[in-house]
């Protein structure tokens, strides 16, 4: 997977100047129109495989979604009705409906590449905090059992954070105002939690 996504931004560089990709807002699509073979078809054919590669990452979110949802309902910390498992697809029915829902309304509310930017704005935090957990967990549980050993620990999972840092402040300094809408958004979970979990007399989880 590595190689092949060097392989493709080599390609990208090969095709265009530096300039031009900063430029272009739908760079494979620049790429693919300078390809003879394709002729003047070339921005279509990369349409049309963004158009499939999107429809296989939307069946992951939407199954990985929709069961936080479900997950934090069967624990008190939202909605009961998320809860619900349809009796006929034993699948959380109501989760699977919230989830849909909430992505139709930001699909009206921002074009394709306002929805790429903040969806990968928007992820980012997450993999930046699993990869610090690595450091957590070695310092607070040096015996823990680990089957899989991060590669070039501590070095590789630092450079990540680093560059991770700079692409989050990056995207503040040349986008504040999606970026701020954008982590207003997921920051807005943190008061929602803990009020549910007052509102219902639970005590707030601790991780284990």
């Known amino acids: 997977m590595i190689v092949a996504y060097l392989v493709v931004n ?3 560089l090969y095709a265009l100047t530096p300039q031009t990709m900063a430029d272009s807002k739908l ?6 129109a300078r390809i003879p073979l394709l002729g003047g078809a070339g921005a279509a054919v990369v349409a049309a495989a963004v158009v499939i590669s999107a429809f296989s990452g939307l069946n992951a979110s939407m199954l990985a979604g929709s069961r936080i949802f479900y997950a934090m309902a069967d624990r008190g910390l939202f909605f009961r009705a998320a809860a619900r498992v349809s009796p006929r697809f034993d699948s959380p029915s109501v989760a699977i409906w919230l989830a849909t829902a909430l992505g139709v309304a930001y699909v009206l509310e921002n074009d394709f590449a306002q929805l790429a930017d903040k969806f990968i704005l928007g992820i980012w935090p997450f993999y930046t905090l699993a990869v610090a957990a690595v450091f957590v967990l070695r310092a607070r549980r040096p015996e823990l ?3 899989y050993r991060v590669f070039g620990y501590p070095i590789v999972p630092a450079l990540f954070l680093i ?5 989050v402040l990056n995207a503040l300094i040349t986008d504040p105002r999606n970026t701020g809408i954008t982590f207003a958004i997921i920051l807005a979970g943190v008061p929602a939690f803990w009020l549910r979990s007052w509102r219902w007399g639970r005590k707030v989880p601790q991780a284990q």
């Open 10 to 12: 080599v390609g990208f």
């Open 27 to 32: 760079v494979a699509a620049s790429v693919a």
């Open 145 to 147: 059992p680990r089957p």
């Open 163 to 167: 560059a991770s840092l700079y692409m």
